[in-house]
């Protein structure tokens, strides 16, 4: 889920269980039995409901003392019932017995109806729908029109009930109010829980804005949830009070079975109860987004939770009251008890749910926020315990603050508001994220466990590392701590403590450096500037930074020569060549490096990191002397740069621009589509797609190169738009409609060119992003879950990304 109000996925919408006013007693109004058949549902692999359907009464009071006496089933199967069902349709119609004998006169007309409205066929239209909006406020106009003249005219037929309620709930939720500004947006229905997210055009927008979005999207999801939960004969005060009863039994959808106990023994790892407590929170049912920001320490037994808290502005505005038998307004008083309610029973709802996650889980640490411009409060603070919250069954009725008062919950209220309290915990504290997670990987002497070194492809933390420099920076630091004194005297420390260092680079730095503070040239009392020459200011380096300039400027011959200079010495010796079972290479991420532990690697070979100068050198040749013509010299360089980085697609578009220049198209192609074997992220994959379909349409494969582009399309890479421009050119050439979206699969496997990122580059991107989780080497499991949210655009894979922390500050 979103984790910013901008966006709209932090906000839940509020309900009570306890409401005390007069005419207002939900806990009764429609019984647990068809709220918690709502609920519970039968419950697919991926948490999707599939909901019981009810028997329409006319009389929701009525329905709740049966459901509460348990003299209601969600179904009904006895002949009473059944007879009971034809009486009341024969009332309906005015066909009763005495009918037959009564005048015009002596029985009143029955009201006139529409028919049900399917709200899930609404909710796919709106899905599908250019402008949203505009129907939702259309159809409220109507529904609410035609109510006024049904009331007017009794040949006139009044909405049916779900319509009604729905054009209600989005008339107060302010579709329609005069000045008021409702930013555009569109309708997802997420597949795990099926329910309304209105997704805003704009990324970031007003509060008020924000709120009146989220109350939309409440009015929407009561109506579904009406629809599902209810017979569609169900009379306009069934829906309110359907809903009034799903807001005080919501903790429900966990299961009737207990807590069980902690134990050490479960298998799931950190990366395992991330997703499984994502996956939880997506497939949650509540009327308005629930959005977490959750941090957790497996090995310590804790988990810290975040949520918005949503106030009395996005509660619905009117309700039914038994004791006054119709629907009324809700005053601002009901309103803030629903949204205290909800926030209590949330918070019983989370710790429930993560101790359900994960058995090694021991303590939830709950918070309920209230963020706005004016601030941000904490509302609820929680340190629930697994053994406390499993003695009690929440999906039978309770008091919620009686409960959460029980369990030691940190809450405040006055006049039936929560009140600010102190935040008893901080996410990001050492209890939940550990420091050591994010030890130097380059540096690292740690040795993996059996299971995730297979999935990492290598037994040490080191083995995934990325940074040449690794070593020269931290002895650039640690130098860089003892200078500030005398000239002479800081040139005989930095000399004393690099001369002896084992890596040659180290002892070349100190010296340069030293020669540097002789000169003059460098200041030794500039501690950034020192370390800055100390790691990146030897003469390749330098040349390299020289000769960016000079491509870029259109100096490609000058550029050649300066590269010429200072590559001719390091290649004479051979010094980056492999052999005797070391290779040299190149990795742009962690991710990269892993795939190659795991996909190219050769057993018993070491791997040794090249400065990442050195690759940028054949790069910046290789595009110089193409520049210049000289295609054959530029492949050579180009070819360096695939062996050195081969998941690094900057070589290869070289090496297949060098054979396009020389009209070699297939050959092009090849290049590209060899490297679509190994392309696991969505800049690569989109442009090596986007340059293929180029070239095939050069090679007169107009069907080939009309998938490419479309793949290219749906990479979201930065050339997606220029592949889309090239597609409509493409076809506008060929007066086609080209390829049909769902034919570009099978385009390209009937010409060979792979689906990237291919199933067994993703199968081992899983299994890394595992490994690397598990084991908490967190900057390498950063990379890959970051780069799984983006590959598969799924809110789970999105929580568990945003689950991981950033570094923190040392």
């Known amino acids: 889920m979103k984790h910013d109000v901008s966006v709209l996925g932090e906000e839940l919408m509020g309900g009570s269980a306890n409401m005390v006013l007069v005419g207002f007693a939900i806990g009764s109004i429609l019984g647990l039995v068809s709220v918690v058949c709502f609920l519970l549902g039968r419950l697919s692999r991926d948490g999707i409901v599939t909901f019981p359907s009810r028997e329409a009464n006319s009389q929701p009071a009525t329905a709740a003392k049966d459901a509460a006496s348990g003299t209601i089933a969600d179904t ?31 029985v009143p007309a029955a009201p006139l109806y529409d028919e049900p409205r399917d709200i899930e066929e609404l909710s796919r239209r709106l899905a599908e729908a250019d402008n ?22 009794p040949t006139t037929p009044h909405p049916d009930a779900f319509s009604l309620y729905l054009a209600r709930g989005l008339q107060e939720a302010g579709i329609d109010d005069p000045g008021a500004h409702i930013p555009d947006f569109g309708v997802v229905l997420p597949y795990r829980s099926k329910s309304f997210f209105l997704r805003t055009t704009k990324r970031r927008i007003p509060e008020r804005e924000a709120l009146r979005v989220i109350a939309l999207e409440g009015a929407l999801n009561r109506a579904l949830f009406a629809w599902k939960g209810l017979d569609h004969t169900a009379a306009l005060e069934e829906c309110y009070a359907f809903n009034q009863g799903l807001a005080s039994t919501f903790t429900a959808q966990l299961g009737t079975k207990p807590i069980k106990q902690a134990s050490m023994l479960d298998v799931a790892g950190e990366w395992g109860v991330r997703q499984t407590f994502s996956a939880g929170i997506e497939s949650l049912r509540l009327p308005l987004r629930l959005s977490v920001r959750f941090r957790v320490n497996l090995m310590g037994g804790d988990i810290a939770i975040e949520t918005p808290y ?23 008083q009901m309103r803030d008890q629903m949204a205290t309610d909800y926030a209590l029973r949330l918070t019983l709802l ?29 509302l609820v603070s929680a340190d629930i315990s697994r053994e406390a919250l499993r003695e009690h069954d929440l999906s039978k009725p309770f008091d919620s603050r009686e409960l959460c008062r029980e369990l030691g919950v940190d809450f405040r209220i006055e006049e039936d508001r929560l009140c600010p309290v102190e935040q008893g915990f901080v996410p990001e504290a050492e209890r939940f994220c550990p420091a050591s997670r994010y030890d130097n990987v380059d540096l690292s002497s740690r040795i993996l466990p059996d299971f995730e070194a297979s999935l990492l492809g290598t037994k040490y933390v080191h083995d995934l590392g990325i940074n040449e420099d690794a070593h020269r920076s931290q002895v650039a630091e640690a130098v860089a701590r003892q200078l500030g004194g005398t000239t002479l005297g800081d040139v005989r420390r930095i000399l004393d403590l690099t001369q002896n260092d084992r890596d040659a680079t180290v ?34 380096s330098r040349a390299t930074a020289i000769a960016l300039d000079q491509v870029t400027s259109g100096k490609s011959a000058d550029a050649i020569e300066t590269l010429t200079d200072v590559l001719a010495p390091v290649d004479a010796l051979d010094t980056y060549a492999d052999g005797n079972g070391v290779v040299w290479r190149e990795f742009t991420s962690y991710v990269s490096r892993a795939l190659y532990n795991r996909l190219l690697a050769k057993e018993g070979e ?10 940028a050198a054949q790069l910046l040749m290789a595009s110089a002397l193409i520049d210049s013509g000289r295609q054959e010299e530029a492949l050579g360089f180009a070819r360096r740069a695939q062996d050195l980085c081969p998941f690094d697609v900057s070589g290869t578009l070289r090496a297949a621009r060098c054979f396009e220049l020389d009209h070699d198209f297939e050959a092009a192609a090849n290049e590209l589509i060899q490297q679509l074997e190994y392309a696991f992220d969505p800049q690569s994959v989109g442009v090596c797609y986007y340059r293929l379909a180029f070239l095939e349409w050069k090679l007169g494969e107009t069907d080939v190169a009309d998938a490419c582009y479309q ?14 421009i090239e597609l409509m050119s493409l076809r506008v050439e060929n007066s086609s409609d080209g390829v049909a979206a769902e034919d570009v699969e099978e385009t390209l496997r009937r010409t060979n060119i792979p689906l990237a990122p291919t199933e ?36 789970v894979m999105h929580g568990v990304a945003n689950s991981m922390e950033n570094e923190p500050d040392r």
């Open 76 to 106: 009904a199967a006895d002949g009473d019932t059944q007879a009971s069902d034809a009486g009341a349709a024969m009332v309906a119609s005015g066909n009763t017995p005495d009918a037959n004998n009564a005048t015009d006169a002596d």
């Open 132 to 153: 949203p909006l505009r129907e939702l406020r259309a159809l409220t106009r109507d529904t609410l029109a035609q109510e006024r003249s049904a009331d007017d005219d």
């Open 310 to 332: 949503r106030d009395a502005l996005c509660q619905p505005h009117s309700v039914y009251s038994e004791g006054l038998g119709r629907i009324i307004p809700a005053t601002s």
């Open 350 to 378: 989370l710790a429930a749910h993560a101790f359900r996650s994960s058995r090694r889980l021991c303590h939830a640490f709950v918070a309920v926020v209230d963020k706005s411009p004016r601030g941000r409060r904490c």
């Open 507 to 540: 002892r070349e730095a100190g010296e340069r450096c030293a020669q540097a503070i002789i000169d003059g040239r460098l200041d030794d009392k500039d501690s950034l500037a020192f370390v800055d020459e100390f790691v990146n200011g030897g003469a390749l």
């Open 606 to 615: 070491e791997v040794r990191l090249v400065p990442d100068a050195y690759f």
């Open 711 to 724: 793949k290219a399309v749906m990479s979201h890479s930065a050339c997606s738009m220029a592949a889309h």
């Open 760 to 795: 067994r580059v993703v199968e081992v991107l899983v299994e890394a992003a595992q490994g690397a989780t598990d084991a908490e080497v967190f900057p390498v499991a950063r990379g890959f879950a970051t780069l799984l949210s983006a590959l598969s655009g799924d809110d």
